[in-house]
């Protein structure tokens, strides 16, 4: 096991010690009450599922058939559940809370929000917002969602270009080795796509996961039969799962849809994989010219396609 990844193992060992600390998690009865964790966590479910049975309980909260058995009995002689029979299925028994069930169980949602509250309720708003996006996040990775939330939009809104300049600064410092000339020239390039822009004529992709960007592609129109592909990106955390390829489908189809005769669009030789896609939707270099602009050398390239 190399360093790095030992040192992200005690990180998340580290932030698990911490809030389960500052949870009271490490407490025999949870917020000062008579419930342990996993019987709060099985009221909870029953109280916030319809037709919730025991096999159910055992499959979502991974817990043991006999230990689950002793909480529902022990929730049945204090009068907190009841069973039913399934009119379809005579072997089902589905479990609900009873009037005191539901009680117990709104005491301790008020409990846990005023406990929620008190820990992030000095925090300015904005810190609040980050915390509930990191949790999101979260529970989306490890629960194997990553891919479910990811989106594509059209319209562009304010801080947009922003963030793709970041991308685009960041990313290519990283990759490329580009400097902050390479970022002047992407901002300038914004500036005047902004001030022009024509949603009859011009139109920028946005991929998204979970709202945060991770991509991107735009066409700029330059007049009725020419249009330029520009500001083509991917995250490097979200490609090889098609997210260029479906981005360069729509920018393509748009420039068919507003009878475009020729898209071009220009890139540079280190860009091997995006060249890739460019030839295989038919795009064709036309030109090569060499160029130390961004603080090394590198081969700009033209690459042209005729609809």
């Not at 689950?68 to 089902?92: N, P, V």
């Not at 846990?112 to 509930?132: E, V």
């Not at 600064?169 to 990759?175: F, K, M, P, T, V």
Request: proline share 2%; hydrophobic share 35%; net charge neutral.
């Amino acid at each position: 096991m190399d360093t790095e990844h030992l040192h992200l193992l005690q990180v998340i060992r580290g932030f698990n010690r911490f809030y389960t600390n500052i949870l009271g998690l490490v407490d025999l009865h949870l917020l000062g009450t008579d419930f342990s964790l996993s019987e709060a966590r099985v009221l909870f479910e029953i109280g916030n599922h319809k037709n919730c049975t025991a096999k159910e309980l055992t499959e979502k909260l991974k817990m043991d058939g006999g230990y689950l058995s002793r909480i529902l009995k022990g929730f049945e002689r204090k009068g907190f559940i009841y069973r039913s029979q399934s009119e379809a299925d005579g072997r089902k028994y589905f479990l609900s809370l009873t009037r005191e069930g539901r009680e117990a169980l709104a005491k301790l949602d008020s409990l846990s929000n005023r406990q929620i509250n008190k820990m992030i309720g000095d925090l300015p708003p904005f810190k609040q917002q980050i915390i509930a996006k990191c949790m999101t996040t979260i529970e989306k990775y490890l629960s194997g969602e990553s891919g479910s939330t990811i989106t594509i939009r059209q319209e562009l809104r304010p801080g947009d270009a922003g963030t793709l300049i970041h991308l685009h600064g960041s990313l290519y410092a990283r990759e490329c080795g580009y400097n902050y000339v390479f970022e002047a020239y992407v901002c300038n390039t914004f500036f005047e796509f902004l001030k022009n822009y024509d949603p009859g004529k011009d139109r920028i992709w946005f991929a998204e996961d979970g709202g945060q960007m991770i991509g991107a592609v735009a066409i700029v129109g330059h007049g009725e039969e020419i249009a330029q592909l520009r500001w083509f990106l991917i995250h490097p955390d979200y490609r090889g799962c098609g997210i260029g390829r479906r981005l360069l489908r729509e920018a393509l189809q748009f420039c068919k849809n507003q009878k475009y005769q020729k898209v071009f669009l220009e890139t540079t030789d280190d860009q091997k994989t995006a060249i890739q896609m460019y030839r295989n939707a038919g795009f064709k270099k036309v030109e090569e010219k060499e160029d130390c602009s961004w603080g090394l050398r590198h081969m700009e390239q033209t690459y042209e396609l005729y609809l």
